[in-house]
Structures are given as structure tokens and as C-alpha cells.
């Protein structure tokens, strides 16, 4: 019989406990975008799970107090720019480094706007366009379900990844070089 589990916070797991955890977790950084014209504003987030490929949907969580968050549930749209390894200091903005909000995240880099209104980085390793088809509003963050309804990509490679509290590149090239490096030796030893 399936046992339905009461909400109930463990007192055995710390909130230090559960972060440690999770920083063994690599993430995918984006940005998300919401809003229009001067109204805009976008966060970083490792959050972006693909939910399903027919139809073509998404997850993100966004904490309900981020300011992204009413411009989303508001206007119905967000945008989803995949980080290519060298936009660090486009995570750190959209992070809100140095106090930058709103618009001003998005100086410095080049935007076009999507079909639905929301910008879309130039540079992206992939920039989608999404329409929310649902949120989940759950304990801090709204799970937003997101429908991809259009897509801007490039052919570069090397992405952005965040894991144990820093930036990580993802370079195939360049991890391939070194897997290289570490293999050819050791094929080479001969064994006595
Ligand atoms: C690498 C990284 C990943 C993050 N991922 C998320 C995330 O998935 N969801 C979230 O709500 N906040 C996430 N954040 C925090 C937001 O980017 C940050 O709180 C942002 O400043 C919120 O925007 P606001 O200042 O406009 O409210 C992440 C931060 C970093 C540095």
C-alpha cells in the first residue's frame, strides 16, 4: 500500500546539511528574463530542467520574492539564455553583483526580443522563448512550467557550469585535449 507522506521538516537535517548537499550538485547556469520594453529585469539560475520534448516544455524554480518572479506570473513569458563558459560576468549581473537591478543587468551585452516580448542574449549557447503553462507555487519558489516557443541557438560549445559555490567551463575541446593527456601515457606503460 502506498503510504502518503505528511509535509514535515526533519529537525535532523540543517539547512547547512541540505545546502553541502546540493553543492555536490553541478548546475547549468542561465539567465532567465522577464518583462518588457524598460520594464525588465532576469536572474541567474542553475534550476532549467528539461521537462519534456513533446511538447516541447521546461521547469525552472524561481524564488517568489526575485524580482523576475511577478513579471513572469504577470506577463506570462520568460526567457531562458543558456551561458556559454566566457559570460561569468553576465552570471555575476544577473546574480545582482555590485547592486545592479533591473534593466541595468542587461547593459553591456546584446538583447533582441523574442516573440513574446522578453529579451533574448546574443551569445547564448541557446536563448529559448517561453510561454508559462503553469506555476507551482511551493514553500519559498514557484516551479514555473514553461512552453519553448521558440528557439535562438549557435554552434559554440563550451558551456557554463556552477558546482561547490563556483563557476566551472565545460569545454569539450579542451576536456578531451586533457583526457587525452591523462589516457596516452598510461596506454603507453608497459606492464613487467
Ligand atoms: C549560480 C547561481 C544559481 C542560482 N540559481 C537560482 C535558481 O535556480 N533559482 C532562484 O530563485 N535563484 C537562483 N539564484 C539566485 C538569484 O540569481 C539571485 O537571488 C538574484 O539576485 C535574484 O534576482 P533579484 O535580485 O532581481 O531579485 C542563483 C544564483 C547563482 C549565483
Same mark, same amino acid.
Given at each position: 500500500m502506498?503510504a502518503?507522506?505528511p509535509f514535515v521538516?526533519d529537525?535532523a537535517?540543517?539547512? *547547512?546539511?541540505?545546502?553541502?548537499a546540493? %553543492?555536490?550538485?553541478?548546475?547549468? @547556469?542561465s @539567465?532567465i *528574463? #522577464?518583462?518588457?520594453? %524598460?520594464?525588465i529585469? /532576469?536572474? *541567474?539560475?542553475?534550476s532549467v530542467?528539461s521537462?519534456?520534448v513533446?511538447?516541447p *516544455?521546461?521547469? @525552472?524554480?524561481?524564488n517568489?520574492?526575485a524580482s523576475s518572479?511577478?513579471? !513572469?506570473r %504577470?506577463?506570462g513569458a520568460?526567457?531562458?539564455?543558456?551561458l556559454?563558459?566566457?559570460?561569468i560576468d553576465?552570471a555575476e549581473?544577473f546574480?545582482g553583483?555590485?547592486?545592479?537591478?533591473g534593466?541595468d543587468?542587461?547593459?553591456g551585452?546584446? $538583447?533582441?526580443?523574442s516573440?513574446s516580448?522578453?529579451?533574448?542574449?546574443?551569445?547564448?549557447? #541557446?536563448?529559448?522563448d517561453?510561454?508559462?503553462e &503553469?506555476?507551482v &507555487?511551493?514553500?519559498?519558489?514557484?516551479?514555473?512550467?514553461?512552453?519553448v516557443?521558440d !528557439?535562438?541557438s549557435?554552434?559554440r560549445?563550451?558551456?557554463?557550469?556552477? $558546482?561547490h /559555490?563556483?563557476?566551472v567551463?565545460?569545454?569539450?575541446? &579542451?576536456?578531451? #585535449? %586533457?583526457l587525452v &593527456?591523462v589516457s596516452v601515457? #598510461?596506454?603507453g606503460?608497459r606492464?613487467?
Open positions: 502506498n502518503i507522506l521538516t529537525p537535517v540543517s539547512a *547547512t546539511d541540505f545546502r553541502g546540493m %553543492r555536490h550538485l553541478t548546475g547549468g @547556469v @539567465v *528574463t #522577464a518583462g518588457r520594453g %524598460r520594464d529585469t /532576469g536572474m *541567474t539560475v542553475t530542467t521537462l519534456s513533446d511538447p *516544455t521546461l521547469i @525552472v524554480s524561481v517568489r520574492d518572479f511577478p513579471l !513572469i %504577470r506577463l520568460f526567457g531562458v539564455n543558456i556559454h563558459a566566457d559570460q553576465i549581473r546574480a553583483k555590485g547592486g545592479l537591478k534593466a543587468r542587461f547593459a551585452a546584446d $538583447w533582441i526580443t516573440v516580448g522578453v529579451p533574448l542574449l546574443v551569445g547564448a549557447l #541557446a536563448a529559448l517561453c510561454e508559462v &503553469e506555476i &507555487e511551493r514553500h519559498s519558489h514557484g516551479i514555473v512550467i514553461g512552453r516557443r !528557439i535562438k549557435t554552434t560549445s563550451a558551456a557554463l557550469a556552477y $558546482w /559555490g563556483q563557476y567551463a565545460v569545454d569539450q575541446d &579542451e576536456d578531451a #585535449a %586533457r &593527456e601515457p #598510461a596506454r606503460r606492464v613487467v
